[in-house]
C-alpha cells in the first residue's frame, strides 16, 4: 500500500527544530505541490512544543510517541517508521537531514523498505516521475545525478542545500501516533557528554570562521573568536588543528570531521586539503586568508585574501564592528 506524501524526519538540537528540518520542510512542500502530493513532519518522540511548532511549518505532523523513543537511537526510529509505514502506506519519498543521525538511520531504513538511498545530497527535484538528487563526488570536482525508482525514495539532504521559503508558515494540524516498540531493541544509553556547551553548533550555524595551523598557535584562536562574535558564527578548525591538540574535534570540519554548508565560510590559515574540502565545498560563499597566494585553497574560494592572518582578521573585524554601529 502507498501513500501520496513526501515525509520529512524532523530533527530537534538543544530543544530546538534544527534549521535544515525547516529547510526540509520547505523543500518536500515545493516537490508535494508539484506533484499534487501531500507534505508531512515526522517527529519521534519530543514534546509537545515541538509538534505545534512543526504544526506552524508543515500541514500535517505525524507524531510518534511512545515508550523508549528518546534519546535518539538508530534501530529504535527504525521500528517506528516501518510501524508508521505499516500502518499509513508507502510514501513517495522521506527525506532527512546529512547530519549523524540521518546518515546512521536512513541507510538501514532503505534496506528495510528494499529502496534506493541518495545520501549527502545538494539538489532534489522530479525527472518525470522519479525524484532525482544530485550530490557531490571527489571534493566537488564531479558531481553524481541519481533517479530513485522505488519507493520511498529516500534522500539525505546536507544543510544549507535550500534556503527557507518566507511563506513555511502554515496552519497544520498534529495526528499522534502510538508506537508499541519490542522489548530490547537497540542500545542503551549509559552516559552522554558533551564539548560543545555554550558554542554554536557547526551544522546549523549561518556562518563559519575556521582556521588552520597557519593561525600559528592555539592562543590566536581568541582572533577568530572575536572575528565569529562579530558575524554570529560559529568557529571550525582544520584536522591539522585537531592532531596538534589546540582544538576539540567536535569543531573539525573535512572528511574525518563535520560536513557542513553554511551560507558563509571564512577559512584562515587553512591550507585547503582535499579531506578539509570535502567537508565545506557545497558552501554558498568561501573566503580564504592565507598569506601563500599558492594556497589550494584559493582554488574553492569565492573571494582570496594574501595576506598575514595576524594582520589580515583584526582589521576585518574591526571593519565590521564598524559598518554595525
Same mark, same amino acid.
Given at each position: ?35 499534487? +502530493?501531500? #507534505?508531512?513532519?515526522? /517527529?519521534? =518522540? !519530543? ?6 511548532? *512543526?504544526?506552524? %511549518?508543515?500541514? &500535517? ?69 522519479? +525524484?532525482? #538528487?544530485?550530490?557531490? /563526488?571527489? =571534493? !566537488? ?6 533517479? *530513485?525508482?522505488? %519507493?520511498?525514495? &529516500? ?75 562579530? /558575524? ?94
Amino acid at each position: 500500500m502507498n501513500c501520496n506524501e513526501i515525509w520529512v524526519i524532523a530533527e530537534t538540537r538543544k530543544g530546538q527544530l534544527t534549521r535544515s528540518t525547516c529547510q526540509l520542510l520547505g523543500a518536500a512542500r515545493k516537490l508535494a505541490d508539484q506533484k499534487d +502530493l501531500g #507534505a508531512a513532519a515526522i /517527529l519521534i =518522540g !519530543g514534546e509537545q512544543v515541538h509538534a505545534d511548532e *512543526l504544526a506552524q %511549518k508543515s500541514p &500535517l505532523v505525524l507524531w510518534l510517541k511512545g515508550p523508549r523513543l528518546e534519546p535518539y537511537e538508530a534501530m529504535r526510529h527504525l521500528h517506528a517508521i516501518w510501524q508508521l509505514i505499516e500502518f499509513r502506506g508507502r510514501p513517495a519519498a522521506i527525506l532527512a537531514g546529512a547530519s549523524a543521525a540521518g546518515l546512521e538511520f536512513m541507510p538501514r531504513l532503505a534496506m528495510r523498505c528494499g529502496s534506493g538511498y541518495a545520501s549527502s545530497c545538494i539538489d532534489i527535484w522530479w525527472e518525470k516521475t522519479e +525524484l532525482t #538528487a544530485r550530490r557531490p /563526488l571527489y =571534493g !566537488g570536482r564531479a558531481y553524481e545525478e541519481l533517479a *530513485l525508482l522505488t %519507493k520511498p525514495a &529516500l534522500v539525505t539532504v546536507r544543510a544549507g542545500a535550500f534556503s527557507i521559503p518566507e511563506n513555511l508558515s502554515v496552519s497544520g494540524k498534529a495526528e499522534t501516533i502510538s508506537i508499541d516498540l519490542p522489548e530490547n531493541v537497540g542500545l542503551t544509553l549509559v552516559e552522554r557528554k558533551s564539548t560543545t556547551s555554550g558554542k554554536k553548533d557547526l551544522s546549523e550555524a549561518v556562518c563559519v570562521v575556521a582556521g588552520g595551523r597557519g593561525m600559528g598557535s592555539p592562543e590566536n584562536f581568541k582572533l577568530l573568536e572575536e572575528l565569529a562574535d562579530v /558575524l554570529d558564527a560559529a568557529v571550525g578548525v582544520s584536522r591539522a588543528v585537531v592532531d596538534a591538540g589546540w582544538m576539540h574535534h567536535d569543531q573539525q570540519v573535512g572528511k574525518s570531521g563535520k560536513t557542513i554548508s553554511p551560507e558563509l565560510y571564512i577559512a584562515c590559515g587553512i591550507s585547503g586539503a582535499i579531506h578539509h574540502v570535502l567537508g565545506m565545498n557545497t558552501s554558498k560563499v568561501v573566503v580564504a586568508i592565507n598569506k601563500d597566494p599558492n594556497a589550494l585553497i584559493f582554488e574553492n574560494a569565492d573571494y582570496g585574501v594574501v595576506g598575514d592572518i595576524l594582520e589580515v582578521i583584526p582589521i576585518l573585524t574591526n571593519a565590521l564592528k564598524s559598518c554595525k554601529k
